[in-house]
């Protein structure tokens, strides 16, 4: 149906999270109207990153640099590490500019039906990183999944034994999020998370 390079285009397109055989077909065409030059940029720019981009040795951020600009910036409180399961959860709390400790990456979520425990995680890392340093704070910032839930509690098990005090976000309504819109779950934890004002 296709000539053998837009196939393999769209073949590859597929690939990415969240993108069907639509979707692949729809930004194919797309690449293909644009400029050659726009074409060649993207494919440089995708060489540079998978060359250049690493991750950091502290906190297993993806960065160009070791240590990354997180780990070495010097107002960072070095008492208190949130834990993320990827580096997108990561840049979605550095956007609040709410948080000023560390982070620590796992890289994934506990999950046995993908073949994934502890160990193919960093929670090793994560737990020499608590035993050495002058850690007060482990804020466990996972998504509310069966998964996430299955390593929060594992890490909350292992951390709580090196002394720091273990909390996680709070989860709950959105703001402008109707109560009646609202499922139980999310319901619930926005009792269980409330606070006096």
Same mark, same amino acid.
């Given at each position: 149906?296709?000539?053998?390079?837009?196939?393999?285009?769209?073949?590859?397109?597929?690939?990415?999270?969240?993108?069907?055989?639509?979707?692949?077909?729809?930004?194919?065409?797309?690449?293909?109207?644009?400029?050659?030059?726009?074409?060649?940029?993207?494919?440089?720019?995708?060489?540079?990153?998978?060359?250049?981009?690493?991750?950091?040795?502290?906190?297993?951020?993806?960065?160009?640099?070791? =240590?990354?600009?997180?780990?070495?910036? =010097?107002g960072r409180q070095g008492e208190t590490i949130c834990v993320v399961a990827e580096?997108?959860?990561?840049?979605?709390?550095?956007?609040?500019?709410?948080?000023?400790?560390?982070?620590?990456?796992?890289?994934?979520?506990?999950?046995?039906?993908?073949?994934?425990?502890?160990?193919?995680?960093?929670?090793?890392?994560?737990?020499?990183?608590?035993?050495?340093?002058?850690?007060?704070?482990?804020?466990?910032?996972?998504?509310?999944?069966?998964?996430?839930?299955?390593?929060?509690?594992?890490?909350?098990?292992?951390?709580?034994?090196?002394?720091?005090?273990?909390?996680?976000?709070?989860?709950?309504? =959105?703001?402008?999020?109707?109560?009646?819109?609202?499922?139980?779950?999310?319901?619930?934890?926005?009792?269980?998370?409330?606070?006096?004002?």
């Amino acid at each position: 149906m296709y000539t053998r390079p837009l196939a393999r285009l769209i073949e590859h397109l597929q690939r990415l999270p969240g993108i069907g055989p639509k979707t692949a077909q729809r930004l194919a065409f797309h690449l293909l109207r644009r400029p050659k030059s726009e074409a060649l940029q993207l494919a440089q720019a995708l060489v540079e990153a998978t060359e250049q981009i690493g991750v950091c040795s502290r906190c297993f951020n993806l960065s160009a640099e070791d =240590p990354c600009d997180i780990c070495r910036q =010097p107002g960072r409180q070095g008492e208190t590490i949130c834990v993320v399961a990827e580096p997108r959860d990561l840049v979605a709390i550095e956007r609040t500019r709410e948080f000023k400790g560390h982070y620590h990456v796992l890289g994934g979520l506990i999950n046995p039906m993908e073949g994934i425990g502890p160990e193919q995680l960093r929670i090793k890392e994560l737990l020499q990183r608590v035993g050495a340093d002058t850690v007060k704070e482990v804020i466990l910032a996972i998504n509310p999944s069966t998964e996430g839930e299955m390593t929060t509690m594992y890490l909350s098990k292992y951390v709580k034994v090196l002394g720091p005090r273990v909390t996680r976000i709070a989860f709950g309504l =959105p703001v402008g999020g109707d109560l009646e819109y609202a499922d139980e779950m999310t319901l619930a934890r926005a009792l269980e998370g409330r606070r006096e004002i």
